[in-house]
């Protein structure tokens, strides 16, 4: 009986770091994504200044 725990318990915390993983490329992802959008605002801003 404890080693089905064991392993269940083990099984767990390899999904949990798994999940981690996967959530930190996202959130990486989506900040290249924000800072990709702001150089071309940044962009578009300086083609169009009137001063």
């Not at 767990?12 to 959130?27: H, P």
């Not at 992802?29 to 009137?50: L, T, W, Y």
């Amino acid at each position: 009986m404890k080693t089905i725990f064991a392993k269940l318990l083990m099984a767990m915390i390899v999904g949990l770091f798994a999940l981690a993983a996967t959530g930190c490329n996202t959130v990486e992802g989506v900040g290249k994504d924000i800072q990709k959008g702001g150089e071309v605002i940044e962009e578009s801003a300086a083609e169009n200044r009137s001063y």
